[in-house]
């Protein structure tokens, strides 16, 4: 099958703004996004982009400057998004969960001089603010500013609402940049163009959230993430509508989705488990969801979700790198534990641990490689500002992602190559969580692994730790001191104190071994299941 065509401002410097502009000039009336504390029409939306892309323009940003921005779920996040897109400046989503050093760390990488931040969120921004020497304008909005920060809703409120004029005509230009979770060390800038997110927002909503003009798609998931940014997108493209919320409610969800009439989802394994142990009640299947649409569906639940809910699941995979290439199921219902076949934009191979192809049936990593240029993200922001290639010499992007084909052609994701961990919906690098426990003055080493939750779509965090000498490590005391070290979605659920690690003849932990050995004799930081003291004595 050959790569749809693009639509106009696709291949253009106008991008993602072209799109918002035609919508609000067709559809002005008509509802675009519900909101936490907001609900904008096509108009409204685009009137809100101008405003703010106006009010950064007044704070010396342009074409091709960081903005970042440090937001929940809500208008001053989209706002800022829409508003970067007619600027031509860089969107820099930060997950709000992140604070301390690895805040600091993705902020002064990025080196955006402009920063939105929500007020609850401020205080942390605060802490690390003296380690970011260039930032210059913080915006803090739902709350008062503090000194040497203005008000957002002052400073947008008060600037022109006409359109800005737009950017240098460059499809390649940057226009977002996000980061990733660090798997390797340290988190890596990826960052897209404006064809590349145009291209996005289109196959997005051609294939993965197909709507109706006029119909309502729902996400409960971060809007620092793309997926949830390609749900918002999506709804645009189709003419349609989005309800974003601000988090995920168990005992709400279908109430909040049968009000706001969505015919659609988008999920992370982890919801999908939560409402599946849910207690059956006689109006599950009375609600409007045709699809959900998400990554990471338990397998053994699948079918019983889906007759129980009366919609149909489709489960894909890509990457923040990958941006438009993914996998998705060729046709529909999909087959519990698969991700589908590679859309048209790219080809793929597997790859054995050998260098050759994987053979039928066997285990190999991803590479891809695009057919149209533009159509995935464009490198990594290197330290000095330049881009780092994403591909190999021959254009081949190695995922780091290990899969199977079946004999029918339908892949299944088997987990990531690289050291990361996935929790309730967040990829976690293990070398944050073990430099928060070796700033513990008691530990000597320390390794942090995934080991498997109770849902099957998620993984809970184990950290071995290898006391100093003489040192007594008591697992209660070390966990609030993660807590306090450690954005709340990394700190570890078990604690196991031990002599030593086990290594390779060169030094290296086995992490295999330690994931192997399970959680038996940890001590466990669930409410229920807590135990006082030592877990048991220190032991290889």
């Not at 008509?30 to 904008?40: I, Q």
């Not at 997950?95 to 402009?114: D, F, I, K, S, T």
Request: aromatic share 6%; glycine share 12%.
């Amino acid at each position: 099958m050959a790569p749809p065509p693009p639509f106009p401002g696709e291949q253009s410097g106008a991008g993602v703004r072209a799109l918002l502009e035609e919508r609000a000039r067709r559809l002005g009336p008509h509802r675009f996004l519900t909101l936490p504390g907001a609900s904008l029409t096509y108009a409204e939306t685009d009137e809100v982009a101008n405003r703010a892309a106006n009010a950064l323009a007044a704070l010396g940003c342009g074409a091709g400057d960081v903005v970042m921005a440090r937001c929940g779920n809500g208008l001053p996040l989209v706002a800022t998004w829409f508003a970067c897109m007619k600027l031509g400046a860089v969107f820099m989503p930060v997950n709000p969960l992140l604070r301390g050093e690895p805040l600091r760390r993705v902020m002064a990488h990025a080196g955006g001089q402009v920063v939105v931040c929500d007020a609850g969120l401020h205080p942390e921004l605060a802490v690390v603010a003296p380690g970011l020497p260039e930032l210059r304008h913080t915006l803090v909005a739902g709350g008062p500013a503090p000194a040497g920060t203005s008000s957002w809703e002052a400073v947008v409120g008060a600037a022109p609402s006409t359109a800005p004029p737009p950017p240098p005509d460059d499809p390649a230009a940057p226009t977002k940049l996000m980061y990733t979770s660090g798997t390797t060390g340290v988190p890596k800038g990826v960052v897209w163009s404006r064809a590349c997110e145009a291209t996005w927002a289109r196959c997005y909503g051609d294939e993965l959230i197909p709507l109706a003009e006029g119909e309502t798609v729902y996400s409960c998931l971060p809007l620092s993430h793309v997926t949830c940014q390609g749900t918002t997108l999506a709804a645009l493209w189709n003419g349609a509508s989005a309800s974003i919320d601000a988090s995920f409610d168990p005992y709400g969800f279908w109430r909040r989705v049968r009000a706001a009439e969505a015919v659609a989802f988008s999920f992370v394994g982890t919801i999908l488990s939560v409402l599946g142990r849910r207690p059956p009640q006689p109006d599950d299947g009375d609600n409007p969801v045709r699809r959900a649409l998400g990554a990471g569906a338990p397998a053994s639940g699948w079918r019983t979700f889906e007759r129980r809910f009366g919609l149909t699941i489709v489960d894909v995979w890509g990457q923040t790198e990958t941006a438009s290439c993914w996998t998705m199921p060729e046709r529909l219902p999909q087959r519990p534990g698969t991700v589908g076949r590679p859309a048209p934009r790219f080809a793929a191979r597997l790859v054995a641990d050998t260098g050759a192809e994987a053979a039928g049936g066997e285990v190999g990593e991803l590479w891809i490689r695009p057919h149209r240029a533009l159509a995935m993200f464009s490198g990594y922001l290197g330290e000095d500002g330049r881009l780092l290639p994403p591909g190999d010499g021959e254009g081949w992007y190695h995922t780091g992602d290990l899969m199977r084909r079946h004999d029918d052609g339908e892949l299944s994701f088997l987990g990531r190559r690289r050291d990361a961990i996935r929790r309730r919906g967040e990829m976690i690098a293990a070398d944050d969580v073990e430099a928060g426990a070796l700033a513990h003055p008691g530990v000597l080493e320390a390794a942090a692994v995934g080991v498997p939750a109770e849902d099957e779509a998620d993984e809970d965090v184990k950290l071995s730790v290898v006391p100093r000498p003489g040192a007594v490590l008591d697992p209660v005391e070390l966990h609030g001191f993660l807590r306090a070290q450690l954005p709340r979605f990394m700190v570890p659920r078990f604690l196991d104190v031990r002599a030593e690690l086990p290594k390779t003849p060169t030094t290296r932990v086995q992490k295999y071994r330690l994931q192997e050995e399970g959680t038996a004799g940890c001590w466990d930081a669930r409410p229920a299941l807590r135990r006082r003291g030592p877990a048991r004595a220190p032991g290889p």
